[in-house]
C-alpha cells in the first residue's frame, strides 16, 4: 500500500511538473519570438527609412539635372539662332557677349548620390541578429572573476583574476588568512550569491583532472575537506584522465560521451537548482537539488599538474562579449 500510495504520488508530482515545464518552453519561446518579432518591425521600418531617404536624394537630383538640362537647351538654342542668323566673323565676334549671357544659366551638375546601405541588410543576417537580441538574453555567460584571497599558495591567478593554474614551484609568500585554502587547491569567485538566476562557463580543455561548482561562502577553508553537498560543496570532477562525476556521497558517474571542452554552470537560488551542462552544445550533464542555507560562490579546482606536463593547463572563466 505504501509502494502504490508513492507511485500515485510521483505520478500526480510528474503530471504537475511536467504541466509547468510546459509553461516554461512556452514562455521562453514566446520571448524570443517577441524579441525576434520586435527586431524584425525595427530593421524592416530602418530599411524603408533608409529607402526614403535615397529614392528622395536620387529625387532631388532627376529634378536638379533635368533643370540644368532645359538651361543648356537653352543655351544651344540661342547659339543655334546666332549661328544661322550671322556668317562666321559675326558669331565668332559676338561670342563674348553670348557666353557672359550664358553665365549663370549652365552649372556643373553634381549627379553623386549617397549609396543605398545594402549591406546593412545582407551578409551574415542571422547572425547579426542574434547578436542584436543577445543583450535581451537571460541569463547569458557571466564575467566571473576569481577572489585572490582565497587562492591556495600553489594556484596562480591572471592578472585579471579570469584564469587559475596550478603552480609547480615553491608555493607564493602569500600572507595566509581565515578565507585562504591551505590543503586543497581551490579557489574561490569573488561574486556572492544570494538569489536570482546566474550562468557561467568554464573552459577545461586539455586537462585531465579539475574540479568545478559551487561553495557555501562559509565552508571551512583549512585542512583536508571533503567536497560533498553535506559539507557546503555542489561539484563535478573530472578524474583519472577521462572519468567524470558529480561529487555526491558516493560519487555518481556521469554519462559524458565526448571529452568535454567547456563546462556551464547555472543557478537557480531561489529554486535550489544548481545544473552543469557541455556548454559546446547545452547537453545537461547533472543536477544538484538542495535548499541553500547560505549564500554561495563559485568554486574552482585546477587540480596538481605533473612533472610530466600532464593537467598543466589552467582553467579559464568564459568570458562572452558582444
Not at 49 to 72: G, N, W
Request: with cysteine; proline share 4%; charged share 25%.
Amino acid at each position: 500500500m505504501e509502494a502504490l500510495q508513492l507511485l500515485k504520488r510521483q505520478l500526480c508530482e510528474t503530471k504537475s511538473s511536467a504541466k509547468s515545464l510546459r509553461a516554461t518552453i512556452s514562455e521562453a519561446f514566446e520571448h524570443l519570438h517577441r524579441l525576434l518579432r520586435e527586431r524584425q518591425k525595427s530593421m524592416v521600418e530602418e530599411l524603408e527609412s533608409d529607402t526614403a531617404r535615397t529614392l528622395t536624394d536620387i529625387e532631388h537630383k532627376v529634378q536638379q539635372y533635368s533643370q540644368q538640362l532645359r538651361k543648356v537647351q537653352e543655351g544651344v538654342q540661342i547659339l543655334q539662332e546666332r549661328l544661322s542668323e550671322a556668317d562666321k566673323h559675326t558669331f565668332l565676334g559676338g561670342i563674348s557677349s553670348l557666353s557672359e549671357r550664358l553665365k549663370g544659366k549652365v552649372h556643373e551638375t553634381n549627379l553623386t548620390y549617397e549609396d543605398f546601405p545594402t549591406s546593412k541588410y545582407m551578409g551574415p543576417l542571422q547572425f547579426t541578429i542574434w547578436k542584436s537580441l543577445f543583450q535581451d538574453i537571460h541569463p547569458v555567460p557571466a564575467s566571473l572573476t576569481l577572489d585572490p584571497v582565497t587562492a591556495h599558495q600553489r594556484l596562480i591567478l591572471s592578472d585579471d583574476c579570469t584564469i587559475v593554474a596550478y603552480g609547480n614551484l615553491h608555493p607564493q609568500p602569500l600572507q595566509d588568512s581565515p578565507k585562504r585554502f591551505d590543503v586543497e587547491v581551490s579557489v574561490l569567485g569573488s561574486q556572492v550569491f544570494d538569489g536570482g538566476v546566474h550562468y557561467w562557463e568554464v573552459v577545461v580543455s586539455d586537462k585531465t583532472q579539475w574540479m568545478i561548482g559551487l561553495a557555501h561562502d562559509a565552508v571551512s577553508r583549512k585542512g583536508s575537506i571533503q567536497i560533498q553537498p553535506g559539507r557546503g560543496f555542489y561539484c563535478i570532477v573530472m578524474h583519472d584522465g577521462n572519468r567524470y562525476s558529480a561529487c555526491t556521497e558516493p560519487w555518481t558517474r556521469l554519462n559524458v560521451k565526448s571529452k568535454l571542452d567547456k563546462v556551464g554552470v547555472y543557478l537557480d537560488y531561489d529554486k535550489g537548482l544548481i545544473i552543469f551542462y557541455n556548454a559546446e552544445d547545452m547537453s545537461w550533464l547533472y543536477t544538484f537539488r538542495e535548499k541553500f542555507p547560505g549564500r554561495l560562490c563559485s568554486y574552482f579546482s585546477p587540480g596538481q599538474s605533473h612533472a610530466n606536463g600532464k593537467n598543466v593547463q589552467p582553467l579559464r572563466i568564459n568570458t562572452v562579449r558582444m
